[in-house]
């Protein structure tokens, strides 16, 4: 019986966080598929590489038999990180303190990905096979709404029974049993320029209808549903003695439920400018569904809870997650959907993002055993 170290599990995540992969580099996230395809391999994989479109990554889809031959289990992961280049060199170098290992993607989510290939490594040192065909899908885009990825990621959802996704852990370890749904919409004002001096009162401010709309907007947050709204970004206008004729605002949509989702999608639609001489257009933008916990998903959970005992560790509970990802479409799609089964750490996308040491070894071996029994 081959045992796992913590050294040995640092050692393999150091590599792939020393290959930094911001998701607009598409050149820099295929040197992290060129080392996950490699892997992949190692594993006796067979392995498609999706070619990348629309200036991002490609993506990498590994199939791992099992000793079944039924629908499988498909597992999620990203290779891209929000951190620009130069982040390792600067103010985030791959380093460890005591117990916590500091890196850009370590915890979102390097950390996670590399754990699920070597649980699956692990098996195969072992002579041991996962029960159910494993699908390994690794996406370039996630930090950016998965715009390439998603329809991929769906169609592989539909021909599987299950989705593990190593997202990092919530609150010291907790296991992810649903997601709210995240929803971006973009908004664009047009006025009537005119000098800011003389011809003042000819003029109609893209910006001031703008300030009337972020106000509108971010009342409808209501934190007892959790709906929240927050206009994020916003530019306009082109020089200070000039009536803005443009501006533009992107708003930030959490919803818990799809109702709550169509409710807001629709108030959105329905806004009108203050003046009714600038023109308002409220266009949606990438939608991540939410998804709540089924049966299915206790099932999932209730099982990895009962392997990790067997294992010597306690889950420490289950979360629902405010933030998106992948997992949001397969959860949404009505596929059992296990989600934040990576790391345990903290400070995800800062230069503070770590993950802890001490949970590399047994969170290995929880994956290991989840692939080893799930049927
Ligand atoms: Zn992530």
Not at 172 to 190: D, P
Not at 215 to 224: K, R
Not at 364 to 374: G, N, V
Request: hydrophobic residues 40%.
């Amino acid at each position: 019986m081959k045992e796992l170290t913590s050294e040995a599990l640092l050692a393999a995540v150091r590599r792939w966080v020393e290959i930094e992969s911001p998701t607009q580099d598409a050149g820099a996230v295929n040197r992290v598929a060129d080392l996950a395809e490699a892997q992949l391999r190692h594993l006796g994989a067979s392995v498609e590489r999706v070619p990348g479109v629309d200036g991002f990554a490609d993506i990498l889809i590994g199939r791992i038999p099992g000793e079944t031959n039924a629908d499988g289990i498909l597992l999620l992961g990203h290779m891209d990180t929000v951190h620009p280049v130069g982040t390792l060199a600067g103010p985030l170098p791959f380093r460890v303190e005591g117990d916590r290992a500091y890196g850009p993607g370590i915890y979102d989510m390097k950390g996670g990905n590399v754990m699920a290939l070597q649980a699956l490594a692990h098996l195969r040192a072992n002579g041991a096979r996962p029960r159910l065909p494993v699908t390994v899908m690794f996406i370039p885009d996630e930090e950016m709404g998965s715009p390439t990825s998603r329809a991929r990621i769906e169609a592989e959802a539909a021909k599987h029974r299950l989705a593990l996704v190593v997202e990092p852990s919530g609150d010291g370890g907790r296991i992810t049993v649903a997601r709210h749904g995240i929803a971006r919409y973009h908004l664009k004002t047009t006025g009537r320029p005119a000098h800011a001096g003389a011809y003042h009162r000819k003029g109609r401010s893209a910006i001031r209808e703008m300030a009337h709309q972020v106000t509108a907007i971010e009342a409808m947050t209501d934190y007892e549903r959790n709906i929240t709204l927050n206009v994020g970004t916003i530019s306009g206008g082109t020089h200070e003695n000039l009536v803005p004729i443009e501006c533009r605002a992107c708003v930030y949509v959490m919803v818990a439920t799809v109702d709550n989702e169509a409710e807001v999608r629709a108030r959105l639609s329905a806004l009108t400018p203050v003046d009714p001489d600038v023109r308002l257009e409220v266009t949606p933008g990438l939608f991540r569904p939410p998804y709540a916990k089924s049966p299915e998903i206790q099932s999932l959970y209730d099982q990895a809870c009962a392997l990790a005992r067997e294992i010597g560790f306690e889950i420490p509970g289950e979360r629902v997650a405010g933030g998106g990802s992948d997992g949001n479409f397969t959860g949404s799609l009505g596929v059992p959907t296990l989600d934040g089964l990576g790391v345990v750490g903290d400070g995800p996308h800062t230069h503070e993002e770590h993950l802890l040491v001490s949970c590399l070894v047994p969170r290995t071996k929880l994956l290991a055993r989840l692939f080893e029994t799930l049927e």
